[in-house]
């Protein structure tokens, strides 16, 4: 089992609706969590991180956390064309952090 | 302060050559990591410096490569004898602590390719 799991997409929406991405890890003592975005060709840039059960909102992302099912997702809402990009998940259950293989968002015009 | 520094930004090596990456951290950050990426995968992990104390090395990291953090400050990756799977985005990051939840600032990132 991979430590941190991801659907690697393309997950399609329309411009303008709210786009969830989903991610599950598997070490209980993780403590901190982070959503990466990555347009193509660049390097991975921090727009979420959480430690905390529940919901963390920065304008139009909410980072949700459930330690209990280890699960973490990112709600996008109002998504636009410039949100399409690979999001990967981060976790760090030690001193380094984990990704995920990332989902690809493509949102449509 | 301009951010995490990577250099070169491309590489194109021929195979069994050697090369060597430099990352210029954050100032302020005492920690500083090296990860690899290949196409439609995430980071990987490579190794670790909290200063200039290298505290941990991935098993994937063959004897082939070395990295150094002298004095605390840039950092040195060398790849010995490139093999074609050696081809990949290498991505210097840097931190705080991660436990102190900064996350990690990435640099531009070395793209290398091995022929």
């Known amino acids: 089992q991979k430590e941190v799991e991801q659907n690697s997409g393309p997950l399609s929406v329309p411009e303008g609706a709210i786009a969830s991405l989903n991610c599950t890890y598997s070490?209980?003592?993780?403590?901190?969590f982070f959503w990466y975005r990555q347009y193509s060709g660049k390097s991975p840039e921090l727009i979420m991180s959480?430690?905390?059960?529940g919901d963390k909102e920065d304008g139009r992302f909410t980072a949700q956390l459930n330690k209990a099912s280890q699960y973490v997702s990112l709600l996008i809402r109002d998504s636009q064309p410039s949100d399409s990009a690979t999001y990967l998940c981060?976790?760090?259950?030690?001193?380094?952090?984990?990704f995920g293989i990332g989902t690809k968002l493509q949102v449509i015009p | 302060d301009t951010g995490v520094s990577q250099d070169p930004r491309h590489k194109i090596t021929k195979r069994g050559q050697n090369v060597t990456f430099r990352c210029d951290p954050i100032s302020e950050h005492n920690r500083l990591y090296w990860y690899r990426q290949t196409l439609g995968q995430g980071p990987e992990f490579l190794t670790y410096?909290?200063?200039?104390?290298?505290?941990?090395k991935s098993r994937l990291l063959s004897d082939r490569f070395s990295a150094e953090r002298p004095k605390g400050s840039f950092s040195t990756l060398e790849i010995q004898r490139t093999e074609q799977g050696d081809s990949a985005m290498y991505l210097c990051?840097?931190?705080?602590?991660?436990?102190?939840?900064?996350?990690?600032?990435f640099g531009s990132g070395t793209r290398l390719t091995v022929v």
């Open positions: 070490d209980r003592g993780s403590q901190s």
């Open positions: 959480i430690y905390s059960n």
């Open positions: 981060a976790v760090n259950p030690d001193q380094k952090v984990t």
């Open positions: 990051a840097s931190s705080y602590t991660v436990t102190e939840n900064y996350g990690y600032t």
């Open positions: 410096f909290q200063n200039e104390a290298q505290l941990e």
